[in-house]
């Protein structure tokens, strides 16, 4: 699996990195979505999961 971010579609509420701060940061600029790790194994693929499902503006997918 593989977390893939359109960060033209993020509006930077930040939901994904409330959600696990291991797989996701805010750029200081605009404050839109940086992954800090796209292959997440283990517990971390739920969580990747449940980012995807929260963002505001469905700038998270995931590719299977």
């Known amino acids: 699996m593989k977390i893939i971010a359109d960060t033209g579609k993020c509006v930077g509420a930040g939901q994904c990195v409330l959600t696990e701060p291991a797989l996701f940061d805010q ?32 700038a998270l997918s995931l590719e299977e």
């Open 27 to 58: 750029s200081e600029e605009d404050g839109t979505v940086i992954v800090l790790n796209d292959t997440p194994d283990g517990e971390l693929v739920e969580k990747a999961r449940e980012a995807v499902n929260i963002c505001p503006s469905q």
